[in-house]
């Protein structure tokens, strides 16, 4: 089992920063695979970031890439989103999942049907 917990949404502006905190805790293995997603209201979930956490390899979308950085405290066993330039669109809940490494999860690691561990989420909400 793994448990998840975030923390840092919040309120901004636009063109303003925040930084999520994802703290992991249970099976190591099954948290190898580390990510972050969004949704906001009558959207789908969108998967934002990813991050391979043995390699430190990330990934991203295409609608945070050089915005968004996703990183990892493993001696605090913490994830990190951090996310500059906000913008209205990115206003969303934020969500970190988690899932041990297979080649599904490789083919389509921004996809939440690959993701068995799911936190409760934060909220992000950025004005204009």
């Known amino acids: 089992q793994v448990q998840l917990l975030e923390s840092g949404g919040g309120s901004v502006q636009a063109g303003g920063s925040l930084r999520l905190s994802c703290t992991a805790s249970g099976d190591t293995n099954s948290r190898s695979c580390m990510a972050w997603f969004r949704q906001a209201p009558g959207k789908e979930r969108e998967g934002v970031a990813a991050l391979q956490t043995g390699n430190g390899r990330t990934y991203y979308a295409d609608s945070v890439k050089g915005r968004f950085t996703i990183s990892q405290d493993s001696a605090k066993n913490t994830v990190y989103l951090q996310m500059n330039s906000l913008k209205p669109e990115d206003t969303a809940m934020y969500y970190c999942?988690?899932?041990?490494?297979?080649?599904?999860?490789?083919?389509?690691?921004?996809?939440?049907?690959?993701?068995?561990?799911w936190g409760q989420g934060t909220q992000v909400t950025v004005s204009s």
């Open positions: 999942a988690a899932q041990s490494w297979n080649i599904n999860w490789y083919l389509r690691k921004l996809m939440d049907v690959e993701y068995r561990y």
